[in-house]
Structures are given as C-alpha cells and as structure tokens.
C-alpha cells in the first residue's frame, strides 16, 4: 500500500464522465491498494499521512 500526498490547485475525480468529487486548491492523496493489503496496512498509512508535515510551523519545519 502506498500513498502520496500532492499539493493542487485544483482537482476532480470523474467516474463514468461524471464528476463525483472536486476541490480547489488543497491537497491531493492518491492511494495505491493490492490485494494482499489488510485493515492494519491501512491504518498504518492513514496514520502516515495523517502525521506527515507538509506545511512550516513554529519550529521551522
């Protein structure tokens, strides 16, 4: 399982020519599954990238 997080100005999933979801500038996750991928792999990605710091802080990271 993999994932990568990517900064968009804007963005749109379209199933069947339809748009089912959209956004403006934000951020963008796509998330790569195989079969042998369990609920443990997912959680340990969610938490991945629930933790990763892409913005600056206080403490200059």
Do not use: P, S, T, W
């Not at 749109?12 to 403006?24: K, L, M, P, S, T």
């Not at 990238?49 to 802080?57: I, K």
Request: aromatic residues 4%; positive net charge; charged residues 35%.
């Amino acid at each position: 399982m993999k994932g990568l997080i990517q900064r968009v100005r804007h963005a749109r999933v379209e199933v069947a020519g339809e748009v089912v979801g959209a956004i403006d500038q934000g951020l963008l996750v796509l998330v790569g599954v195989e079969r042998e991928d369990d609920r443990a792999r997912a959680d340990k990605l969610l938490h991945k990238l629930l933790n990763y710091r892409v913005f600056g802080d206080a403490r200059g990271g």
